[in-house]
């Protein structure tokens, strides 16, 4: 089936965003070169790029270099996040190959990190001093869910609400932004700013989401399931059930909680999840949130982006089930 043309300009777009980005990673020696190009170099959705393209379709001209600094914000922020995290997490992998850290050591891992964070703030510097806001408090937010992540829930705090707050702002917060930034590159409403930012806060809970779920039921699509609950990472499906304290749930709740470090014990635990019910509402929370990051789109002015926009809501629930 032939692509639209708004899928054929999305594509064009992408193809040149993606020749541009390995070119910003160009450091002045071939090894932090070859450090700050391993991330990207491995692939990846460009889920944030390829919303700030959406996002500038509802505005007016707009200055094809200013939307590539506005995404190139977006995915330079995300991939040096992504340095951090591993470290953080003592990965060995990142998107199938091995990570920085494992092959450089950590220090070389957040360095790496930190040079890219530079790179995003060279390029958001020539977008001007809203884009620089903006961005400063993006960054704060992501900087403080993963504090919020890595200290936990206090002794008073409600665990579920706890993660939907790290989430919003380890996630939610650069999706959101880069919404906001495609709408500012093309000059949108106030109305229209505030309705993309909305969208892209709801949508990045579904995506972290939709993750959670696919941790669990993922059998082909070529993510590893059980590897969040193997190491002991929270999801959506865990926290409803603990929340529950059913005391039925005991025994389950018992396998979880302890060493998964087999496969006959994680495939055991996976099995007992994938059959209880708490996975079916798990889902209905995932559908739930879609259908309010699409009502956050009602104020957008109909057309291919906005029904592009709705899809993507489609397509985070649907590759859940």
């Known amino acids: 089936m032939a692509e639209s043309p708004l899928e054929d300009q999305l594509t064009g777009l992408l193809e040149t965003f993606e020749e541009r980005l390995v070119d910003v990673a160009v450091a002045n020696s071939p090894f932090v070169t070859e450090a700050a190009r391993h991330i990207i170099s491995a692939g990846g959705k460009r889920f944030r790029p390829l919303l700030v393209f959406l996002a500038s379709r509802f505005g ?19 991939v040096a996040s992504l340095y951090h995290d591993d470290v953080m997490d003592v990965a060995d992998l990142r998107r199938g190959a091995p990570s920085a850290n494992r092959l450089w050591g950590n220090s070389v891992a957040i ?28 960054f704060a937010r992501l900087v403080q869910g993963q504090i919020a992540e890595t200290k936990g829930p206090g002794e008073h705090d409600d665990p579920l609400r706890h993660y939907l707050d790290v989430i919003a702002d380890k996630t939610g917060s650069l999706i959101a932004a880069s919404a906001r930034f495609g709408g500012m590159v093309s000059g949108a409403s106030p109305e229209v700013l505030d309705a993309l930012t909305a969208f892209g806060e709801e949508v990045g809970l579904v995506f972290q989401l939709s993750d959670d779920l696919i941790d669990i039921t993922s059998e082909s699509t070529g993510k590893t399931p059980g590897t969040d609950l193997r190491e002991g990472v929270p999801t959506l499906p865990v926290l409803m059930l603990r929340a529950d304290a059913d005391p039925a749930d005991a025994d389950l709740l018992a396998l979880i909680g302890g060493d998964l470090s087999s496969d006959e014990s994680l495939a055991s635990a996976l099995s007992a999840l994938r059959a209880h019910p708490v996975m079916g509402r798990a889902l209905e929370e995932v559908k739930r949130r879609a259908e309010l990051a699409r009502a956050h789109l009602a104020p957008l002015p109909a057309g291919d982006a906005k029904e592009a926009l709705l899809k993507v809501c489609t397509d985070l629930v649907e590759r859940t089930i």
Not at 60 to 78: I, K
Not at 118 to 134: D, K, N
């Open 60 to 78: 007016g001209h707009v200055e094809r270099d200013d939307l590539m600094r506005a995404a190139m914000v977006m995915e330079l922020t995300h």
């Open 111 to 138: 360095l790496v990190g930190d040079f890219l964070f530079a790179r995003a703030s060279t390029t958001v510097a020539e977008l001007g001093v809203e884009y620089v806001h903006l961005q400063a408090e993006t």
